[in-house]
């Protein structure tokens, strides 16, 4: 599920069949990249030069990729990492989806001659989330928008087209994994405390959890290696540190938290 | 995740546009039907009409509908079911997957007048995979194909394009959600045997079980109910006969085998 980026756009998008040359029609990705930081649950965003809407990360397939390797290309992008953990959760196909497209006003403001029929095409959207350290990654706006930043899951308001359903639909399918496969080998740092651990899990679940019954649930699992060290620095009682433990973490992924048959 | 089929398509395949004109370009779907008979997995294909390769029933998706409708009416027309459980579970999207369909050159020798062209196209595809009940569906070959039928997942042999890659990822699909979801409601008659109930999983696994294990873990999901009543005719002694706890195999499915957070 790791994806390296070998290549970008060349932008030359004042040729008016621009898009129409390049990629296929009809078909576009949207991304819902997560980072964790602050003990929050961040979503990259991008802010629409003209309409200030807000909008997920997204592009279109060209001739010769497959769909991995665009969300790749667009990720790389936007956030300047080449190895990228994603994963494709559904595809937006409802044909009302994408009537409005508030690009096509955008690029008549604008003035530019790229050919803006291509955003009158109908469009599914293949969905991918990424799960990103948050500290590596360097937000970059896209030609259409003219900021790229994390926004807390808890700020979040109305986004473009039907990009708030697609950011549900990736924290739903977050959610579900987390009750068979673990989570966080992404996201936290090298070694955590246990405290840390579960405030990742009470961010995606949106609910708080019971600090004892976590702690025993996550140990049964076996996937944590417990450390000598302890954090430091805290005002309470210092916590012991963690680290994941890589062979069965990927045991957990490949076969369930549970076990297979 | 159970869809309704309201339509079907007028075919006038005779016009030359007929597929630009009514389909979305570069998009197609792609079903893997399982269904369960004599303690066999069965998986529905289609045998085209002058290559005589196999394939899985597919099409295309209509400009004014969504991905779900449009598989929910490609597998009302081969199998005459109206209600149908189906999930999206990938997206196939390597550029060479659809570079020598085997439909073009049927589509020459066939002599129809149809635009050739539109199979000449690269095609995304999105897998779909449907758990029928096998007694009641009716196969039945679309304009491509002349023979729709069953076969044995152990019999299965080359398919078309990437089709086999296809109905690998829909079986890998299914067996990891072994591990953390029910199955069987959509697969097995309303009444049953624990041995029955086994063999599905042996069959979708593709290896034996320990009998008392299966029996152990499977009471311990608590989504079956112990019926009063014995399967008769057989030579052994006869099986109690279970039937599935709808509301708590609703609940696993919604929360997981083992419970949420």
Redesign the interface.
Known sequence: MFYFCDKTVKSVRHDPNFYNQQF????SLDCVVFGFHDNQLKVLLLRMKYSKEWALPGGF?Q??????LAATRVLKERTGLDQIFLK?F??F???NRSKTNPAVKDLIDSGEETDSDWFNH?F?S?GFYALLDFSKVEPKPDFFSDLCAWQSLSEIRTLMLDHNQILNKALDTLR?Q???QPIGYNLLPDKFTMPEFQKL?ETI?G?E?DRRNFQRKMLSYNILNKLEERKTGGAHKAPFLYEFNLENYEKALQ???????
């Open positions: 296929l029609r009809h078909i397939v001739n010769d990729e497959s769909l991995e494709q559904n595809v196909s409802d044909p109908r599914i293949v579900f987390l009750n068979y899990y679940l609910k959890l076969n369930g938290l549970y076990g297979g048959w």
